[in-house]
């Protein structure tokens, strides 16, 4: 939004700036978060390589769907997580919980969720936030999201990067001065949330997931309005 504001770059290279510009913070960020937040390994890396494998073989597949269908479901979905966190945190309910690892049907259900959250990444439908919401769902830490969330899309984003700069399409300056002040603040952030009390990292989730949930709806209404009135 800021280098569309300040007329920083072409709007036809914005999606190679930032894909370039942010892999290596987020490749810092997840090697810094899977260093200091405790998961267990097989859990992890199960769930990095099903959101790898969803994003390149599962492209195909979503790119089928209905996109303002699948804005609606997600919308759906992550409010109706966010509601059951809130009933968690007020007390109402007991929802959630602090396991750093899953096992069985539950590390089966997050595999397969994680591969089709890396699938609807090429629809340009974000993995944090979702993500978070399956954590909280599957009754592991909030914690524990950083380092799955941040190490999924660490695998993706090289390999769309390498592609838009062997094609040129990025603007190089923008794209250096992003890189640099991401990685400085990557280190800020991870500190914060190492140190952050869990009560409180877990209220920002809840407001992380309801605006996507919104930001998905509001999508969803504009791609409907647009289309009806275009007919």
């Keep these: 939004a800021m280098l569309r504001f300040l007329k920083l770059t072409e709007d036809r290279v914005l999606p190679g700036t930032l894909n370039v510009s942010c892999t290596i913070p987020v490749v810092t960020e997840a090697l810094i978060f899977i260093t200091v937040i405790k998961v267990d390994p097989v859990t992890l890396f199960a769930m990095l390589i099903s959101a790898t494998v969803g994003a390149v073989v599962g492209a195909g597949i979503v790119s089928k769907f209905d996109e303002k269908k699948v804005q609606l479901g997600m919308g759906i979905a992550l409010m109706i997580v966010a509601c059951l966190m809130l009933a968690s945190q007020l007390k109402l ?16 259900i997050a595999v397969i969720a994680n591969f089709f959250l890396g699938a609807l990444m090429t629809l340009g439908i974000g993995l944090y936030a979702p993500c978070m919401a399956l954590v909280f769902a599957l009754g592991m830490s909030p ?22 700069v062997k094609e040129g399409a990025y603007n190089r300056k923008a794209s250096m001065a992003i890189t640099i002040f991401g990685i400085i603040g990557v280190l800020i952030a991870a500190y914060i949330v190492k140190e952050l009390p869990l009560n409180i990292l877990t209220w920002l989730v809840i407001v992380v997931i309801i605006y996507t949930s919104t930001t998905m709806f509001k999508a969803y209404s504009k791609g409907k309005y647009e289309k009806n009135h275009s007919a």
Excluded: N
């Design 93 to 108: 309910m007991p929802v959630g919980g602090t396991a750093i690892g899953l096992t069985g049907g539950k590390l089966v």
């Design 143 to 164: 914690k524990v999201a950083f380092p799955i969330m941040m190490g999924s899309c660490a695998y993706l984003m090289p390999a769309a990067s390498a592609k838009f």
